[in-house]
């Protein structure tokens, strides 16, 4: 399984960005689907993660700001951040959770390659 980010760039303060991560290979089902970021000397970090149900969860710093989403048909998550703020800035990494097999129930967590989310005026 690849997963591919993109949509990251540079924004003012206050700006917007919408992240994308499609997943591609074999994939039979998606479970969790997240975004993650990591700032320059800081550890990564969650961001918002949504269920396969659709029910999504926030960092603190981030609630009512960023909204997480997936299209489920195409394996793609987004991230919709808005109101960004100079903390914000980070790469970001999407993951997710995949079974790739109808007769193998494990399933194993991938990463994608993360895109550069800076905010500055």
């Known amino acids: 399984v690849q997963l591919q980010a993109s949509g990251g760039g540079l924004v003012p303060p206050g700006g917007s960005l919408r992240l994308s991560c499609k997943a591609s290979?074999?994939?039979?089902?998606?479970?969790?689907m997240g975004w993650y970021r990591q700032a320059p000397g800081g550890q990564r970090e969650l961001v918002a993660s949504?269920?396969?149900?659709?029910?999504?969860n926030y960092a603190e710093s981030v609630e009512g700001r960023f909204t997480i989403s997936r299209d489920s048909a195409r394996n793609i998550v987004y991230l919709q951040m808005n109101s960004l703020k100079p903390e914000d800035a980070a790469v970001y990494y999407c993951?997710?959770?995949?079974?790739?097999?109808?007769?193998?129930?494990?399933?194993?967590?991938?990463w994608g390659q993360g895109t550069q989310v800076t905010v500055s005026s």
């Open positions: 949504i269920t396969s149900g659709g029910s999504a």
């Open positions: 290979g074999t994939i039979f089902r998606v479970n969790d």
């Open positions: 993951n997710g959770n995949f079974r790739s097999f109808s007769w193998d129930r494990s399933s194993s967590t991938y």
